[in-house]
């Protein structure tokens, strides 16, 4: 049986352990990783965990980012890593994890979320090529890779004011506020 729950905090070195064989131990180093700073969106990570001992098979992730834009900065998520051990890969679980995530992103008021990853795995839930959009992450990104899902009247606006537009880590977290929601994170 499968169990889809939120991470607790006993659950990351399994999680580790996963990333490590999923991408490899020099993760970490990608551009993708400066937006991950601190702890991730608790109500938004999501495990899934196997059989009777409930072990991890398969996490997800979000942080909240920065999308500077002009002169105001626009909340918005950097989905994963995703990632399911290769014992239960190919059995639906790396989609059931984004799409229930995403669900509760859009629930929570989120409106803006970007990904790195392959494009045929995530068109499916909405998202597009980032690149017309201008966001511009801290360091090299295969553009091809980069992705963005957002409300369409945001996106629309984006496309009709064309800028670069940094993405940076939340700025929220320098200033001591540890734990947000989307709602709180928009205000
Ligand atoms: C990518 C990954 C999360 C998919 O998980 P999964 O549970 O096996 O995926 P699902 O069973 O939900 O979906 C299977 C579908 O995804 C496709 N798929 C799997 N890996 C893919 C990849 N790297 N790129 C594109 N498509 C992929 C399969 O071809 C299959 O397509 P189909 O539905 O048309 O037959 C898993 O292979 C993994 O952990 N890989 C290593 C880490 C990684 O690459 N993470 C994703 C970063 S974008």
């Given at each position: 049986?499968?169990?889809?729950?939120?991470?607790?905090?006993?659950d990351?070195?399994?999680?580790?352990?996963?990333?490590?064989?999923?991408?490899?131990?020099?993760?970490?180093?990608?551009?993708?990783?400066?937006?991950?700073?601190?702890p991730?969106?608790p109500?938004?990570?999501?495990?899934?965990?196997?059989g009777f001992?409930?072990r991890?098979g398969a996490?997800?992730?979000?942080?909240?980012?920065?999308?500077?834009?002009?002169?105001?900065?626009?909340?918005?998520?950097v989905?994963?890593?995703?990632?399911?051990?290769?014992?239960?890969?190919g059995?639906?679980?790396g989609?059931?994890?984004?799409a229930?995530?995403l669900?509760?992103?859009?629930?929570?008021?989120?409106?803006?979320?970007?990904?790195?990853?392959?494009p045929?795995?995530?068109?499916p839930?909405?998202?597009?090529p980032?690149?017309?959009?201008?966001?511009?992450?801290p360091?090299?990104v295969?553009?091809?890779?980069?992705q963005?899902?957002?409300a369409?009247e945001?996106?629309?606006?984006?496309?009709?004011?064309?800028?670069?537009?940094p993405?940076?880590?939340?700025?929220?977290?320098?200033s001591?506020?540890?734990?947000?929601?989307g709602?709180?994170?928009?205000?």
């Amino acid at each position: 049986m499968i169990v889809i729950e939120k991470e607790t905090a006993a659950d990351a070195a399994a999680i580790d352990s996963l990333l490590d064989i999923g991408f490899g131990p020099g993760r970490t180093g990608k551009t993708v990783y400066q937006l991950r700073q601190g702890p991730s969106l608790p109500e938004l990570s999501l495990v899934a965990r196997t059989g009777f001992e409930a072990r991890v098979g398969a996490s997800i992730r979000y942080w909240p980012i920065d999308v500077k834009d002009g002169g105001t900065t626009l909340p918005a998520l950097v989905l994963g890593p995703l990632v399911v051990d290769p014992e239960l890969q190919g059995k639906g679980l790396g989609r059931t994890l984004v799409a229930r995530a995403l669900e509760e992103a859009d629930q929570d008021g989120w409106n803006l979320c970007l990904v790195v990853g392959e494009p045929s795995y995530y068109a499916p839930y909405g998202f597009v090529p980032a690149e017309p959009f201008g966001f511009e992450l801290p360091g090299p990104v295969d553009q091809r890779r980069f992705q963005v899902r957002g409300a369409p009247e945001l996106l629309e606006t984006l496309l009709a004011t064309p800028r670069t537009r940094p993405v940076r880590p939340w700025s929220g977290r320098a200033s001591g506020v540890e734990n947000i929601g989307g709602s709180i994170h928009a205000a």
